[in-house]
């Protein structure tokens, strides 16, 4: 008899250890990152293969009340939850235009390093200053490359990522995405979303990712064990630079892009008609210009009709 409770107790010890085993790999399997705010359209933090969002449309995000409305110019704080650290992981963050989910023209922060601190439950904060557009009805992704499918370990393999059709990249990464309003730009799109001008990683490849990380890239946030803060500024340690990043890649199918180097085109630079602004002896000028034409127009006007009037007046006699 106590031979057979000793077997019975030994089953139940061994089942219940391999269902516990069976539920720390499910949970590292579908628990890792995704945006906390703005506010995501679901809170899924697994990895997944539906691109370029996870799932979840806009149109069912909306219907939630999940939009966050921004002010173009305000400095924010982007907030991501990190539930398991993954070592070495990229991300980057990018906005897409009105009605659509087109990120690639308008990578707002790319090549994110990964911090190396220990694995537990972290709020990753990255502060940047709203572009100064208008965007209705548009989506912030948060896009986050699996390490381990990768094989990013190895600091050598690189893989593309134009698009959900055009890439190198496993289709399952870790996509997640906020409805939001942009409101109150005075510029248009293509002049001004863009890297911030001081990001360490701002001349790295558009396009193609490997491992990364970095001890110092960031912060401890005063007051708080498990929130960081990103450095969008300054020199980061442990980053490659842009003349080794992936240039050894052997994808050499999908070339590399470097759109997102660009800088925000300066308001002063573009023309009247495309939204720049003008100088104070600039509006002057015109003024004056406006002027002397409506005087001119007004006198060869009055001329006109006092050669017509003196005409009439001629003939009656």
């Not at 945006?35 to 679901?42: A, D, E, G, N, V």
């Not at 809170?43 to 691109?51: I, K, Q």
């Not at 450095?231 to 842009?242: E, F, M, Q, V, Y």
Request: hydrophobic fraction near 35%; include cysteine; charged fraction near 20%.
């Amino acid at each position: 008899l106590t031979e057979l409770v000793s077997k019975k107790t030994l089953k139940e010890v061994m089942s219940t250890g391999l269902l516990l085993l069976l539920s720390l790999i499910f949970e590292a399997c579908l628990s890792h990152k995704r945006l906390f705010w703005p506010i995501p359209r679901q809170d899924r933090t697994a990895s997944t293969s539906v691109a370029p969002c996870g799932g979840t449309s806009f149109e069912q995000a909306y219907r939630q009340n999940r939009t966050t409305d921004l002010n173009a110019g305000d400095t924010i704080d982007i907030i991501i939850f990190e539930q398991i650290r993954h070592l070495r992981e990229p991300m980057r963050l990018a906005i897409s235009g009105p009605n659509n989910e087109d990120f690639e023209s308008c990578i707002w922060l790319n090549q994110i390093p990964q911090h190396t601190l220990p694995n537990e439950p972290r709020n990753l904060t990255i502060r940047l200053t709203v572009p100064d557009f208008t965007c209705k009805n548009c989506t912030l992704q948060m896009l986050a490359f699996q390490t381990d499918i990768q094989d990013f370990e190895t600091d050598s393999t690189c893989c593309a990522y134009n698009s959900n059709d055009t890439k190198t990249c496993p289709l399952t990464q870790y996509y997640s995405c906020a409805n939001i309003n942009i409101n109150g730009g005075s510029r248009s799109r293509s002049d001004v979303c863009v890297q911030p001008s001081g990001w360490a990683n701002r001349d790295l490849s558009c396009n193609y990712y490997r491992s990364m990380a970095s001890t110092n890239a960031w912060e401890m946030v005063s007051g708080s064990n498990t929130t960081l803060r990103l450095k969008t500024s300054g020199s980061i340690d442990g980053l490659p630079s842009a003349d080794t990043h992936c240039m050894q890649t052997n994808e050499g199918q999908i070339p590399f892009k470097t759109n997102c180097h660009r800088t925000a085109t300066a308001a002063t630079e573009l023309g009247l008609f495309e939204g720049g602004e003008l100088q104070t002896d600039g509006a002057i000028a015109i003024v004056v210009v406006v002027l002397l034409v409506t005087v001119i127009g007004a006198t060869l006007c009055i001329t006109k009709k006092k050669g017509i009037r003196n005409s009439n007046e001629t003939d009656s006699f």
